[in-house]
Structures are given as structure tokens and as C-alpha cells.
């Protein structure tokens, strides 16, 4: 157990995830032989569902842009020492934000109701961050038990709206009526199709610009900013940051105030960008998995959007898988991200270990 | 109100409250020991659905609840080897628990049963049936988890030592013993109690298992536990008053109260996350959770 831990930069940051990720499928395999399946031919459906064809590809890229928000909004508050579990209710209030604006101005333009929408969903996913962040940073409450209990009190208020008050008079689903026309963001195939390329129809739209864009810019923030700076050295070393005039309270706010804006991102995807109305459960547990995509991406930006790919792949191909094996249901891709999470997260130190096990052998050797 | 929908909310709330309580009881003790647990929710769905199919094939309720109780004990020792053995973070892991157990359950049950993740539904001898009062053993079972874990803890050497851990595990590793064993221990005791709550669950209070049948009470439970300051009897007072409150959701739904109006069965719903939230905003009184909680323990070298 003694091992020496200090890794080569690029071991620690690309061997051990990966080494980690590799065993998770391995463990998932198992589960699919448990349930009388072929692994193999499971994986064949998985790629060739998400990446096989064009519109699997949408699909997938689709997916993945939601996973690139998720995985930011829990990487930002990570680097500042916090664990953000509540981007399920962040997204969902993004999404009530994302209602609230788009119904309410139906008579703008779209080049100004677009924007509006967006910043309805950042605004109101950082709200509902700021809270748990103020919480922890005023009053020492625990940022954990107030995201989780955030993500319940969001869900109970959006069944209470959508049943109540903003369900569509006519309808009988809680849900809203459609966004005015002019508010939807363009799907890729229109955009390609306005320059006289076809690409085969599907859910992704422009917001995948709109997550990388705003992977640069976290980028930019953690890594090349002052404020970046400040928000690390409170992940790092809160008492640190005293010492060196920082205020811990106010990074930690601001730092939660961040992801949630991110957080909504998801709802800007799933509802401006694809659904064009609020509904129930559009979040579909996608806030957890950004707690695995970050992990496996180290909380870097390019580690996240590559996660984010992998994810969106799983989740594409999965729904592919279920519909060529059923008894393989989408299901499977939940129990992947438990594993990742539970692998590249809580026993990062074993694989790492193992790692480093591994090098100081072969010093050894070459010795 | 008559003294009939009186009791008749009573006994819901009774009901309703037993899964919590053992949740509820099973987060103490491995808090107490210094071991965070988000994970009740997916432990107590783990032991639901193993509680339920085992009950299925042996054709027993008491042989599920055994079942169920492995199953749990198992996935609470995953627990344990990440965050006690191997240091890992341990909201971390509980978040990966709970999604295991959502997927889990669902896929093998699909593939079991092939009935979209449920099991077939228990009767007879397979259902624990009333004891005493209407209510099943179970029901007392978790009931006596009280004042047992309430003494063990609180009055006998092993329970010192292990809240002691809980709070300063250098001191109980100077003192000579085993800071592993007892987290250990607790992690074991935790996953009992919660393959209580989920066997009452499916095969206790309904007849089978349903995907996701907990819907969130590990995490009702794990408010109920902060609110209870991590101690057995208030535990006992706060998933009962949380029982209460969804005992009565179903019963205040249209009722118009004066002065207020309808009330939204929402917003009972919202009251338990919305009272530990204000708790722990140290609005009214504290809540301060056991020192070392949360904290793995590293052996000086």
C-alpha cells in the first residue's frame, strides 16, 4: 500500500481514467453475461446505433451536448472544494426560467427571444444554486444535503406549476403550451440544409456550439483567469486562500452561482432546442451524470468533453441496444455510469495505486 | 374531524414512517461511525427488490426479507471498501450506489421477470402478514431497532467506542483498537437496517417490487436523520412526523383550510426537504453532524 504516488502528469491524467473506465465496462460486461446476453454483440449494436449511422451520430452529439453542461456545472464547483448533486433541480428550474421567458414575450424577435431564453435558464439555474451555495457559505450548511433536498423541492414545485398554473388550458399532460416558432433554436440539419448540405434529420441542434463555447469559456475561467485562480486555491486550501485576501464565502457563491447557470444549459438543449415546450422530467437523471462525466474528465474541460462523447454514445447506442436485445434496457447505461462514477470516483485511489505500482516496477527493472 | 379519520391517519403514518425510521436508524449508524451514507436510497431499493424476488422463489416472506437484507449488507460493504479501505470520497460512492442500484434493479428484474422490471406479485405466505394491531412483525421489528440502537449506542462499551470513531478515530486507534472493524461494523449494521426498510417496502406493505418503488425516502430518511441530530429516539419522532405529513397529503388533497385556502398537496410533499433545509440554515436550533464524518481515517505513520 505504500507505493510511491507520484505519476508521470500523463499517466495520472489520462492512464488512470482510462484504466478506470476500462474496468468499469468490463464489470458491465459481466452484468450483461449474468443476464444471459452476449457482451459482444451488445457492444457491436451500441456502436453501430451511435455511431453507424448519420442520424445515430446526431443523436449521439445531441446527448452529448447535454452531458458537456451537466459535466461543467459539476467540474466548476468541484474546483472550488464543492460537490454540486443538484443539477437535476437546477436544470429543471433553468427550464421553468426557460418557460416563464419564452411564453411571456412571445412578440419579440427570435435573434433577441433566443438569448432571453437562454439567459432565463442560466438565471434561474444559478438561483437555485445560490441558494444551497449561500447556505454553505453564510451558515456552514452542508452543500450536499442542501443540493440533494433542492433537487426534490424542484421537482415537487415543477409538478405543482405544470399541474396548476402553466399547464396549457386544453390539455390534459402537464405541460406547457409550445414555444412561439420564432424561439426555437435551429436544428443542424435546417442549419446545413440553408447552405445546400444534407445531413440526415435529428434531435441536435445549435446548442452544441453553445457547449463547446461555454467549455472555452470555462477553460479560460479556471485555468487563465484571476478568478479561476482564486476559486482553485479555495478547492485547494481554503486557509490558504485567507492568507492570501480571498474570500471563501464569496468564491464558493460565485462558484455555485456558475454551475447552475451551466446546469441549465441542459434545459436550454432539451427544451429550446428539441422538446419546445416545458414538461415534466425532462432531466431525465442527466444531473447525475454529470457528476460521472466530470469525474472521468478530471474535471478538465477537454477530459469533459470527451467524457460527455463517450456518454452520448452510451446513451444513444443504449436505446438502440434495447430496441435490437430488450432484455439489454436502456437501463444498462445508468448501471455504466454508476460503475464509472463508483471506479474513476471513490476508488480512484486503487486504480491509481495500481498505476503507480506498475511504474515503480518497471524502474525497478530498468535499474 | 372524527376520532375515525383520526386513527385512520395514525395508522398510515405508522406505515408510512417504518421505512424511513430503519433508513433513518441505518444512516445513524454509520454516520455515527464516521461514515457519510447517501446511499440508504439505493441500499433500501437493492433489498426491495432482492427481498421481493427471494420471497417469490422460496415461497416466504421471512426468506425474502433474508434475502434482501444480503443483498443490502452486500452493497453497503461496497460501500465500506471504498470509503473505509480505500479512502475514496463517500458522497462520491453513495452517488454511485444509488445509480447501481436504479439500474440494477430494473435491468435484472426485466430479465428475470420480463414484466418491465417488476416482480411477480407476492401472496399469501410469501407477503409478511398482521401480527398484532394490523400491522406485520416487520413493523416491530424496526420499531425495537430504536430503543436497541438507543442503548447499544449510547450505553454499552462497543457503542462508546463506536461513536468515539465517529468523532475522533486517532484516539480510539491510540487507544489500541481496530478504527477499520468498527467503521466496519457500522457499514454491516447500516446495510441490515436498510435491508429491513426495503424488504418492508415490497413485501411488507405492497405485493412485489416496482422500478424505483422507494421514490426518494432514502433521502427523506437521510433528512429525517439531521433533523433527529443523529440520535435513535428523536429519529423515531421525525419519520414519524414525516409519515404524518404523507399520511395526511393524502387525506388534506382538496381540503380548503380557512384563512389559507386549498392547500397544494405539493407543498406537504415539500415540507420535509424544506424543514431541513431551514434546520440546517440554523434558523431554528443546529444540527451538527458527528465530527469525523465524512472523513477517512489515514493511520499515522
Redesign the interface.
Known sequence: MSAPLDLPRWADTVLVPAISVVAAFLVAGL?VL???ENPLTATRWLLQGSLGTGEGLGFTLFYMTDFIFVGLAVAVAYHAGL?N?GGEGQATLAGLGIALVLNNLTFLPGFLLIPLGILGAAAFGALWAAIPGY?QAK????I???T???N??AS??I??LLV?VLREPQSMNPETRAFPDQSHIPFMHDVFAAFGIEIPASQLNLTLVLALAAAYFVWLLIYRSRLGYAIRVVGSNPSAAVYAGISPARIIIIAMVLSGALAGGLAVNELMGYQHRLLLEFTSGYG?VG??VA?MGRAHPVGIILASLLFGILYQGGAELAFEQP???R?????????I??FA??????FRRLVAHLFARQKLARA | MDLGILVTIFDSALRLSIPLLAACLAGLWSERSGVVD?GLEGKMLVAAFAGAAGAYAFGSAWAGLLIGIIASVAIGL?HGF??IS????????G??????????T???G???YGQG?RTPPLEGDQRFGSVLFGHSALVYVVLLAVPVTWFVLGHTRFGLRLRAVGENPAAVDTAGISVTRLRYTAVIIAGVLCGLAGAYLSVGQAAGFLPNMTA?RG?IA??AL?FAKWRAWPALGACFLFGLLDASANQLQGLSLPGIGEV?V??I??MP??M??IL???VIGKAI?PRASGVPYVKER
Open positions: 452484468v449474468a443476464i444471459g460537490f448533486i447556505l451558515r456552514g450548511s452542508h450536499v444535503i442542501t440533494i433536498m433542492f426534490w423541492l415537487v414545485l409538478v405543482y396548476n447525475f457528476i460521472a469525474l432484455a439489454i434496457t437501463d444498462m447505461v445508468v448501471v455504466i455510469g454508476g460503475i462514477i463508483l470516483g471513490a476508488l480512484d485511489g486503487l | 447517501i461496497v471504498a470509503s480505500q479512502r475514496g470520497n463517500q458522497i462520491v460512492s452517488v454511485a450506489i444509488n445509480m447501481l442500484a436504479a439500474g440494477l430494473a435491468i435484472v426485466n430479465a428475470w422490471g426518494g433521502f437521510l433528512a439531521i397544494p405539493q407543498a410533499q415539500a426537504y424544506l431541513t433545509v440546517l440554515a440554523g453532524p
